[in-house]
């Protein structure tokens, strides 16, 4: 490796990711990763700040009443600061280890599959006959969670739109053909390919939620039962619709890692008081008090979206479904931007001259809007689908992959006292795979029995 690789920032395909390479004093120790980077076009730290606010509270905040419903006030409330914590934790370490890995290999950024296919060349024996098909199975992953995301997104605002059409004009189309409607809106904001553009959109989207939060909390604090008719804990049975539906709410780890590749000061992410604690603490504040409170107003009724229990004919409820939609929609570029930056930039980039790539990648990110309305038209139940999409993604994107990361990361390195960090992690796989086994097989259960 040598200092030319610094010109390579996004997703660098050519690079030859095998031995680190150490300068002749064999210490990585004067190479920092972040003073290398040169990103094109790179987002200010409130830029960033605005853009893991909208990462991280979509559609999914709206489900949580619904999801205490499915633990109990007692249990929702200290479940979901576990998962928001172990979430933060798990990108604390996930990042840690991709700023670990630049140093050894000396270069600027390596991306989440290249980390786990240079973590598992370098952890132990038995792990690296994985590392061949660590890159399409980790890239695979991120582009289907998120273009999962995006299906859910597709729902959402033709569902918002059909109930204020349904409210104000009486006719009764279905869902389906409000999807259809939504195309051309989706295709204009999915063409803007540069996070930088998109960041003023990011902050206006915030702004409507922080109001339609407030009119939401309006509707809830307006005569609350008594607490005593709402249940602490509830069956455990419940608890894996529970944990997929809150992992699907908190993480967005695609593109928290690609907001934090594009930043101007990435050393400004991850400080004790950064953006990314900052961020999370203010977003688990607001899950746990739109839950707590949404389940104590509404109960066992408490519905996949707590915009379908206030009351629909008031206009400031028909606001929160505007104001929702529209942030949805600014969402779904900067979710599904994720799946099209991978496939496109890794993938299909190489395959078309370079004169014609802006043609042909406006061409792909078409036909991705495309499947995510052919696949919201065959799955249109947004509660479920929630669950699965949380359950059976997240918990390998956010819990089990940062784990075993680090696991061979530190192999060489070792694992500190009483291996107190290989125990951590183990516990963290093991978490991981629980949930998502159990949560996923429970979604599938619900989607069963919905379309039976």
């Known amino acids: 490796m040598n200092a030319d690789i610094k010109t390579v920032t996004v997703y660098p395909t050519t690079l030859e990711l095998t031995t680190p390479t150490k300068p002749a004093n064999g210490s990585n120790d004067d190479y920092d990763p972040h003073q290398h980077r040169n990103v094109k076009n790179p987002t200010t730290n409130w830029q960033t700040f605005a853009h893991f606010l909208k990462a991280s509270v979509g559609t999914g905040v709206l489900a949580m009443p619904s999801a205490f419903a499915n633990a109990g006030y007692v249990n929702g409330t200290i479940l979901t600061l576990i998962i928001g914590s172990l979430a ?5 370490i996930l990042i840690s280890c991709m700023y670990t890995l630049c140093k050894r290999q000396r270069v600027p950024y390596v991306s989440f599959s290249q980390a786990m296919n240079l973590g598992l060349k370098q952890g132990p024996p ?9 890159i399409p199975f980790v890239d695979g992953f991120l582009a289907f969670y998120h273009f999962g995301i995006c299906c859910v997104y597709v729902v959402f605002i033709a569902e ?17 053909i409000y999807m259809c409607i939504i195309i051309v ?7 803007i390919k540069n996070l930088k553009l998109l960041a003023p959109f990011s902050s206006a989207a915030n702004l409507l939620l922080l109001v339609g939060f407030g009119i939401i909390l309006y509707y809830i604090f307006e005569d609350l039962p008594p607490l005593s008719e709402r249940e602490p804990f509830v069956a455990v049975t419940k608890l894996p619709t529970f944990f997929g539906t809150v992992l699907f709410a908190l993480e967005a780890v695609g593109v928290i890692l690609a907001i934090e590749e594009n930043m101007a000061t990435p050393r400004a992410f991850v400080r004790p008081c950064g953006i990314m604690n900052g961020g999370m603490s203010i977003v688990l504040g607001l ?16 519905l996949g979206s707590i915009t379908l ?6 206009i400031p409820a028909q606001v929160v479904k505007v104001f929702f939609a529209i942030t949805t929609w600014i969402s779904y570029a900067l979710q599904g931007y994720v799946t099209a930056h991978i496939l496109w930039s890794k993938y299909l980039s190489k395959h078309f001259k370079e004169t014609r790539q802006t043609l042909y990648e406006l061409i792909f990110r078409a036909i991705i809007v495309l499947l995510t309305f052919a696949c919201a038209v065959a799955i249109p139940d947004l509660s479920v689908f929630l669950s699965l999409v949380g359950s059976f993604c997240l918990s390998i994107l956010g819990l089990i992959f940062p784990a075993l990361l680090q696991i061979c990361v530190q192999y060489t390195e070792g694992y500190g006292p009483l291996r107190i ?14 949930g998502g086994v159990v949560g996923t097989y429970v979604s599938i259960v619900d989607i069963i029995e919905v379309y039976k």
């Open 287 to 302: 899950y746990v008090l739109l839950g707590f409170f949404g389940y104590w107003k509404y109960g066992e009724e408490a």
């Open 88 to 92: 933060l934790y798990c990108l604390h």
């Open 185 to 191: 809106p989706l295709l204009l904001i999915y063409s």
């Open 126 to 134: 038995w792990l690296r006959c994985l590392a061949p098909i660590s």
């Open 309 to 314: 229990n206030i009351p629909q004919s008031d």
């Open 160 to 176: 918002s739109i059909k109930q204020l059409v349904d409210e104000w004009s009486g006719v009764q189309w279905d869902v389906r």
């Open 421 to 434: 960090k290989l125990i951590i992690n183990l516990l963290l796989l093991c978490f991981g795979v629980f």
